[in-house]
């Protein structure tokens, strides 16, 4: 039985061989004890057991019309894991390099005859985002734009589960930086310059404000003279 240990789906050989003294052999039989008589041929391929421990049991009959002794084997079929994202939140989500903010993922694994013992998490964009079932991660350390996100489980057979996906919108609030202001102290008839600058990640600065917090809204320029 090659091979002996495997995951469900996989293609599975029955090879065994028979001999009949007086006589010759006329059926054969191979029977699992989990999922009963499957196959009638001396040799054979499967990928239809179930999964679980298997005894596998090969006998003939000759044209006599008797059974031989059984023959034994084993087979281990597991089970593959199944992943689920249950949330990332926000999925469209903004970040700030100057006040970075955070996404949530959650995903789940099952394994109907094992446990769980490694999660991966992807970004089309940024490879490797975690290795857990659920965590909060940095937005600053994604790149903006469409992420597809892949999530998938390991369980203790080493099988990992057939990726799942969904999606991440990773937008970008603008920075605003003041440069400068000239003279920081003066007489108040005196003119103060400003100088500031913004930047976006995923577009352009399209508007400046500057405001006071005794006279409000200054000016809409990046650079103002007051």
């Not at 109907?112 to 975690?130: A, M, P, Q, R």
């Not at 003041?178 to 600065?205: A, C, L, R, Y």
Request: no cysteine.
């Amino acid at each position: 039985v090659s091979p002996s240990s495997t995951v469900e789906g996989t293609m599975v050989t029955f090879n065994a061989t028979s001999s009949d003294e007086d006589g010759s052999v006329v059926e054969y039989e191979w029977e699992s004890s989990r999922d009963g008589v499957f196959g009638d041929v001396q040799n054979l391929t499967s990928s239809n057991l179930s999964t679980g421990y298997h005894q596998i049991t090969f006998r003939v009959i000759d044209n006599d019309n008797l059974w031989s002794v059984q023959s034994f084997a084993h087979l281990y079929i597991n089970s593959i894991p199944v992943a689920n994202i249950t949330s990332i939140t926000p999925q469209i989500a903004y970040k700030n390099n100057l006040t970075s903010t955070t996404a949530t993922f959650s995903g789940s694994v099952s394994d109907s005859d094992g446990n769980i013992t490694h999660y991966f998490w992807n970004s089309s964009k940024d490879e490797t985002l975690g290795t857990a079932g659920n965590f909060t991660y940095n937005l600053t350390n994604l790149q903006v734009g469409n992420h597809t996100i892949y999530f998938q489980g390991r369980d203790n057979f080493t099988t990992w589960s057939p990726a799942v996906t969904t999606w991440l919108l990773v937008k970008a609030y603008p920075n605003a930086t003041i440069d400068s202001i000239s003279p920081q102290f003066v007489n108040e008839t005196k003119v103060v310059s400003m100088f500031g600058s913004g930047s976006d990640e995923d577009g352009n600065t399209t508007e400046y404000r500057w405001f006071s917090d005794l006279d409000g809204l200054i000016g809409d320029l990046n650079n103002i003279s007051i």
